[in-house]
């Protein structure tokens, strides 16, 4: 029996699976051991993004083709490329003027030329074949941190506290231009965070070609991007009481799913958490069915109010992306207000199944939608503006073989480790050590050594793979009333705002 899909999601997929065989470029070397990075002093975020980003194949094999002959796909010029001028805002200050001509640059140039040293035969250990570390200057990436400097160049968030020490609370108006100045420019230099570093990487490829055509359709180009990083979703609200539908944001593109982990004790796992971001209940007066107010009560003294209806909001998915981003927001805030690092422990799956999330999941017969764990990125300590970062990759494949190779490396700025059972006590009997968290890699189990997972990656297993699919499990927590319940707030402002 033919298992039935959306016309949108076959396109992504077909696009998906011409990019490796349309590159000629291929790993220069016998090792496919990860290469270690060194770290400029808080460039941990960038080295973890970029191991991450090296690791995904078809990401590779689809950059090198920038600039190739017969590709279409040069480089673009400012202002349709803002990295090719300096920043508009700062362009005159004296830190942007430092950065010379390496503050501007293509991000794909860039990333091409580091992809190559990176996969390149270039630095060996000739004893054990495996490539060695790059320093922070090492030419094949120094442009490329220039140009990540510039892109941190601005105000830091704690600036109002700097002008207000001390030191600083007492001087004219132009020596606190002069602080702020440097505030900015040390900003460049400082730890941030990985999942916005990967953003500007990503915006800055988006930068270099035109998204449509002049028939609004979109180009290759963009298609080849889409099919490999975007969610696109249709979000629709149902009226439970008069069945009454309204559509919103109609097909919107996104970059994987962001989830926020439960707070408290209670178990919680990826696909759980994708669900809760898919499904929630909206308390909005419906336009077919609800009466247009509920008068005032002068015996109780309550005001005028429009009669809500709880509205079931469901996001679906119309395409799903080669390469599943999911980015774990670990702020959460506590009674008080304050903001704090949610270091909940999240299972994560190796093979996740998002078929029910689907728009067409309801045909009878659907092709599934799955994932398998391919890289985490982690964040250590217990501060959401600082601490470290690591990332975990599984082994880059040969460019025939998708799942030949199976290894896990820990990249740890410098060191790679071979990322096995072994290495944590607790972990000797799971099938994938990628599902382990929290991480920890020292002897002793010490909370403040914990890696935990910020972004993990899944790539889309072949229809080959596909386990049967399962069922809604959606629908059911739906009838179980499992759904976060918004109240009539700020949300069903919007709501309202959005369909009057
Ligand atoms: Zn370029
Ligand atoms: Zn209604």
Redesign the pocket.
Known sequence: MVRTQSAAQRSRSAVASKITKACTWRIGRTSYRPRGLANGGASCYRNAALQNLLHLPKFVYWIMQ??EPRRN????TAPTDPNQAPPLKWADEPAIEKLGADGV??????L?GFIVDYWGPTLINATNDHPTRFLFDHPCWLHLHTLSDRWFYRDPLDLEETLNKKENINKTEEEKEVVVLEEREKNMSRQHDADEFMRYVLDGIEY?YAHADANGDPTKRKKQYDSLFTRTVQETMTCPACGHVRTIGHETPELGVRIEPLTGRAHDDVASAINRSMTEIIDTPCPQCSNPTIPANKKTGAKEIEDPRAFVRRIRVVAAPEYLRIHVNVEAYNASGQPYKNRKTLAIPEILDITQHMTYSDDPNPLPVCYKLRHVLYHQGDLLRNGHYAAAVTEMPPPRGRWAHSNKFFCNDSVISDFTNELMPTKRNVSNILTANPVNLSAGLNVENDYDPSIIWYERMPTRELPVYKGEEVVAGLAEGRVPRKGRGKRGEEYRAEVS
């Open positions: 920038h600039n796909w040069p480089c673009a640059g293509c991000v794909p140039c860039l091409k270099t």
